[in-house]
């Protein structure tokens, strides 16, 4: 117990270490909104989409080994053609 209660207590820090601890600070946060800025503009946003849009459909069409999955992309070619007949039977019967 005695070791304990001549454990030294650690020094505030001075001046000069507060203002580079600021400073580091100030650096971190201008990247982070640097950042911000730059995955805000409509251009990073659509590129990060279309990404996206490009992983899922090769997710949808390919099997674990990367070989084209007939049996799916089947089914995608068949479900789109039904939705392009009921659209265009819908369109026919408007007119």
Do not use: H
């Amino acid at each position: 117990m005695a070791d304990k209660a001549k454990a030294k207590k650690p020094k505030p820090p001075t001046a000069k270490q507060v203002e580079a601890d600021l400073a580091a600070s100030r650096e971190r946060l201008a990247g982070t909104i640097d950042e911000l800025a730059f995955r805000a503009q409509p251009k990073e946003i659509a590129k990060r989409q279309v990404e996206s849009a490009k992983l899922r459909a090769n997710d949808m069409t390919r099997t674990p080994e990367g070989d084209v999955d007939n049996a799916k992309v089947g089914k995608i070619a068949g479900g789109l053609g039904g939705v392009l007949l009921v659209l265009g039977l819908l369109r026919r019967v408007r007119s």
